[in-house]
């Protein structure tokens, strides 16, 4: 009897290079896999980067919760590799921590359209996807697309959850 086994999605890839400049601003989530520090997420979840004079971007990340609040956490990012390098690491816990290496989580952008009106971020594992949108609204065709090459580079569809704007 033959066991079929699935393949190993091949590495991930990154987009060539990124415009940082042009990247920083507002991002409305669009959709995501469900990870435990957004649980509280209900609504309205967005991420707002800015340069800092020293090169790190400052990253605010925030959501309404349940009660209609929000929620926010304020975090670092910087680049890894050179000025336009796509690959990013992000925290959220206090600077005093940042010798930490467990405290860093990899911020890949792995597909950019080339008007940054969205973006997909993930990391090299495939356990955290984003889909980010200028806008709270994705065009559908746009999204739909997008879904197609996710499903080509090995993303799991099933896990994806769309945000509610």
């Not at 929000?70 to 010798?99: D, T, Y």
Request: glycine share 6%; with cysteine.
């Amino acid at each position: 009897m033959a066991l079929c086994a699935q393949a190993e999605p091949a590495p991930l890839q990154t987009v060539p290079s990124v415009d940082v400049t042009r990247y920083m601003g507002t991002w409305h989530e669009i959709a995501k896999y469900p990870n435990w520090f957004q649980k509280k997420c209900v609504s309205s979840t967005q991420a707002t980067y800015t340069l800092q004079a020293d090169g790190w971007v400052q990253v605010l990340n925030r959501c309404k919760t349940d009660k209609g609040e929000w929620s926010e956490a304020l975090g670092a990012a910087r680049q890894i590799g050179g000025p336009n390098s796509p690959r990013l690491q992000v925290r959220f816990a206090p600077e005093w921590l940042s010798f930490v290496p467990l405290v860093w989580g990899d911020y890949w952008i792995i597909d950019l359209d080339p008007s940054y009106q969205w973006v997909v971020v993930s990391e090299p594992d495939r356990n955290y996807l984003w889909i980010l949108s200028r806008t709270p609204q994705m065009p559908a065709a746009a999204y739909q697309e997008l879904l197609g090459r996710l499903h080509n580079r090995g993303f799991d569809l099933k896990r994806i959850e769309p945000s509610r704007p």
